[in-house]
Every structure is written in C-alpha cells, then in structure tokens.
C-alpha cells in the first residue's frame, strides 16, 4: 500500500459530513504509550500527572481488559467524561466462532472497514498458544497454504493486532479483574505471529503490536513467549531482531532453492544461500533463544532422507529446532501429507545431527483451523468520501 505523505499546512477543510460529527474520536486501542501521552496533552493540564493518566489507562485496558471508560474507577468522572470526547475504546467483533473436537477455537473477526481476518487458539496442557494475523490475505502465494489463494487486500494496524489478542480474551473469560490470582495461570500464555500475512511487510504495525503485548504494565508477555513467524524477508531479520526481540520462526520447506522456488515463491528474490546467511546474524541469537525452522512434510516433494541431511547440513552452527508439520490439505490443494513412517524417518536424521524436531500435530483439522488453513473471504473495499 502506497503511502501518502501530505504537508499539514496543506491539510484540505473537513467536509460538511466531518464538520457535523465534531472532533475526531480515536480508537486508544494500539496507540503506543507516546501516542497516548501526546493525546492527553489536550485533556491533562498539569504535565506531571501525564504519566500517572498514561499508566492508568494503559493498565485498565491491557491488564484489566475494559470495555468502557467508566470502569476507569480510580479516575475522576470529569476526566472520564473528557476522555470519551477524544478517544474510543474498540473491539473486534467476532464474526464466527468455531470449536473444534480437540478444544481448538478459530475465530473470524471482522475489522472497522468490514474487511476479516482470522485467528486460532489452540489449549494444551500446559500453554495455550494464539495464532493472530498481519494482514487481510497475503501476497506471498506459498503453493501449499490456503491463506495464499487469497490475495492480499491491506495491512493490519497495531489495533487490529492487539484488538484479536484482546478480544479472544474476553471470549476465553480471562481478563484478572483486581489483579490475577497467583494459582491461576493464563490461557494465553503465548503468541505467534502465524496467521494470515507476512509480518515482515507490515514491519511497523506489528513491531508496535508486540510492543504493547510485551510491556510489563499491559498484557505483560516475555518476549520470548511470542513467535514471529516469516517466510524470509531478508531486509527485515535484522531489524526484527533489534527492535522486536522476540523469537523468530522461519518458513522454510525445501532443502534446494529448486523446490523451495516453488513452495515458498519469495525464495526467488532471497534464496535459501541469502536468507541462511541472515540468520546466522540475528541479533537475539543463542542457545536460549533458538531460531526456529518451520518444514511441512510433503508427500514426495521434500520428505526424503537426502533432504533431511541437506537440511541439517545448511543449518549448521545455527542455534535452532525444526517443527516437522504435517501437510494439512484444503480444498483443490494440490499436495499430499506424507506418510507416518516417512515423518518418522525424516525426524530420526534430523535428531541424530543434534537438533530437536518435534512433528507438529495438526490441531483444528475439523474446523479448518490448523497450520496453513486459515483464508477470509474479504476482498478489496475502496475507500470513498461520504456525501451529504
């Protein structure tokens, strides 16, 4: 999306339907905590108590998961009645849910411009893991992921992001009203950032995003519980790395840049040799803080022994796990999952070389919620001015 940069000087007049609606009333979900003093400056008149405003409402909506700025108790009721005029607190609204056999839940929420995107959460036993989304569709075209049939339509903002943490929140009855016990653990206690979209070209929004997830004032998850999964946006890593620092996940799938061209179509721009070379450099690289290789096994594509030993033999020196995962099929998709004894054989060559390769197991297949499932229907809304 082609961004517009527009001198304030030459701002143009609001039209007779803006002139009738007042001031502008902002969505105070995503904005980062700067954001969020600077628009206080209009309502606090007294600078020093900018921060303890900021730290109140901050913890309010990420800790306490409000709705409405009269739950805002320990804030006056004149402040509140200020804020209302400025700023907006919105959810996403939950389109569908669906609940799968194993206890997996996928949700399609729908965005402010009626755009959809969805997200999974998947229980386990001593987790729970959210699956969210950067962007309504995706451009990348990865051959066996349904979320690439469907083209990209927009980027999502850092309230789009944070707002399906929040809402799949209040769907789960998780939000610890005064403060959470100390025997009870969180549902969700880790995030990744592998639904639909590719991170890495929403850099900014979802930088801002996780940001807000990982404040200890907010929703206060470790950076090491949150994944951000790419498929090799080279120009990224590093920055990623630098300004993220959570761990990263890498889309990987082929052993040659012949089969890899194919899979995961980006590799023609940076080929396995480019996107290697990258990660042996990532910023937060170590032993505690391993890289992670996604590889989706592949019916006579990529599952034989000779590519577990390419795979193995490219990865050298580089701190890392491999997930194994199960090709989960879609309608019209054109690959086999492949069989147990091969996954089996594959993964024995991997652990051998010293590397942990745990085999995903495919979670929500019924709802088509599992890895590579997930699509919306959304398709591209033009913006238009309204006219009276």
């Not at 699956?131 to 075209?141: A, D, K």
């Not at 979320?147 to 929140?169: E, F, P, S, W, Y």
């Amino acid at each position: 999306m082609e961004e517009i940069k527009t001198d304030i000087a030459l701002k143009p007049d609001l039209t007779p339907l803006e002139k009738l609606k007042g001031p502008q009333i902002n969505n105070i979900v995503g904005m980062s905590r700067n954001e969020l003093q600077r628009s206080l400056k209009n309502i606090e008149p007294r600078p020093k108590s900018l921060k303890m405003r900021e730290n109140q409402i901050w913890s309010w909506i990420y800790q306490k998961g409000i709705k409405t700025f009269d739950h805002m108790t320990n804030i006056s009721k004149e402040y509140r009645e200020n804020l209302k005029k400025t700023f907006a607190i919105e959810r996403l609204k939950i389109e569908k849910k669906q609940i799968s056999i194993d206890g997996t839940r996928k949700y399609l929420l729908q965005l402010k411009d009626g755009n959809q995107i969805e997200a999974v959460y998947i229980p386990e036993k001593n987790r729970g893991t959210l699956c969210i989304s950067s962007q309504v569709g995706c451009t990348l075209n990865c051959s066996f992921c349904f979320t690439g049939t469907q083209k990209l339509v927009r980027n999502l903002d850092a309230a789009d992001i944070v707002g399906q943490i929040l809402v799949v929140r209040d769907d789960l009855n998780e939000w610890p009203y005064n403060g959470m016990p100390k025997d009870r653990k969180r549902k969700i206690s880790n995030i990744v950032m592998m639904g639909m979209g590719e991170p890495l070209y929403n850099f900014d929004s979802v930088r801002n995003a996780l940001h807000i997830v990982m404040d200890n004032e907010g929703i206060a998850l470790s950076k090491k519980r949150i994944t951000l999964s790419t498929s090799g946006v080279v120009p990224e890593i590093e920055r990623a790395g630098n300004e993220i620092g959570c761990l990263l996940a890498i889309s990987f799938h082929a052993t040659t840049d012949a089969v890899r061209n194919t899979l995961v179509p980006i590799n023609k721009k940076w080929n396995i040799d480019t996107l290697l070379t990258a990660l042996r450099t990532y910023p937060t690289l170590s032993n505690s803080q391993r890289i992670t290789f996604e590889y989706v096994m592949l019916k006579d594509v990529n599952d034989s022994d000779a590519d577990a030993k390419r795979l193995v033999k490219l990865i050298a020196g580089i701190p890392a796990k491999i997930n194994l995962i199960p090709f989960n099929p879609w309608p019209g998709s054109p690959y086999e999952r492949s069989t147990k004894k091969r996954i089996a054989s594959f993964a024995e060559i991997v652990n051998r070389a010293g590397y942990a390769s745990p085999v995903r197991s495919p979670r929500g297949e019924d709802i088509m919620a599992a890895c590579g499932q997930l699509k919306s229907e959304s398709f591209k809304i033009k913006n238009a001015r309204c006219k009276i």
